[in-house]
């Protein structure tokens, strides 16, 4: 079965860092471009980060743009967000996501992770 | 950047209806576009990609169509576990963009 399970949310102070982790199962990771979208509670969905197979392209939304970085460990099948400086509009479900079909670049979204809260609050 | 907007915004409609929600692009996409619902506390689910390409597993009453500026989702026939939000996303560019969404409600 194709899996995506996110870890790593949780209650952080304004300001705080925090690192988020995808762990992928039943697919080769490596074969696939990864994504990162986040819902703050009660709004839409705004996709925040992606990353190229290999790793060695990443492209980010403006709203975390020199904060949050995009990362994948291929040999461990691991997608990584790492966040800094952050604040409290960042409070939000964050979920990975697998971009599969198409070109490699304009893949849907399938499947998504269960996704995990993060909080950013004194 | 490019801009989805969605009509209408909520949806009230009933067993059997058949609904129809539109997504414009600010500029044209082709038909790099794909629709997901999203379900109460559940994470989203890819319904239809490239525009009208039906997911694999999704149930034929959903169609998608357009391209370039201006596209559709329908619903056929509405069934009881189609009551949720819809999104449609746009995948020719980066940052990549979602749509406001489309809440479908029970009447």
């Known amino acids: 079965e194709v899996q995506l399970v996110e870890s790593g949310g949780g209650l952080i102070q304004p300001g705080g860092s925090l690192r988020l982790s995808c762990a992928a199962s039943g697919f080769t990771f490596s074969s696939y471009a990864m994504n990162w979208v986040r819902q703050a509670p009660g709004k839409g969905l705004e996709w925040i980060a992606y990353i190229s197979t290999s790793g060695d392209r990443s492209s980010y939304a403006d709203s975390v743009k020199g904060r949050f970085i995009i990362a994948r460990d291929n040999a461990w099948k691991s997608l990584n967000l790492q966040m800094n400086s952050l604040r409290d509009e960042d409070t939000a479900v964050y979920y990975c996501?697998?971009?599969?079909?198409?070109?490699?670049?304009?893949?849907?979204?399938?499947?998504w992770g269960q996704g995990t809260l993060v909080i950013v609050s004194s | 950047d490019i801009q989805l907007t969605q009509a209408p915004s909520f949806v009230s409609a009933s067993i059997g209806d058949r609904v129809t929600i539109t997504c414009r692009a600010s500029?044209?996409?082709?038909?790099?576009l794909a629709w997901y619902q999203q379900q109460p506390g559940k994470a989203p689910k890819v319904l239809i990609y490239?525009?009208?390409t039906l997911q694999n597993g999704v149930p034929s009453r959903f169609s998608g169509s357009g391209s370039g500026t201006e596209f559709t989702l329908t619903i056929s026939s509405l069934q009881p576990e189609d009551f949720a939000t819809y999104y449609c996303?746009?995948?020719?560019?980066?940052?990549?963009?979602f749509g406001p969404g489309t809440k479908v409600d029970i009447k």
């Open positions: 996501a697998r971009g599969v079909g198409g070109s490699p670049d304009k893949g849907r979204y399938d499947p």
């Open positions: 500029q044209g996409i082709s038909s790099d």
């Open positions: 996303q746009q995948l020719n560019d980066f940052p990549r963009t």
């Open positions: 490239g525009a009208s």
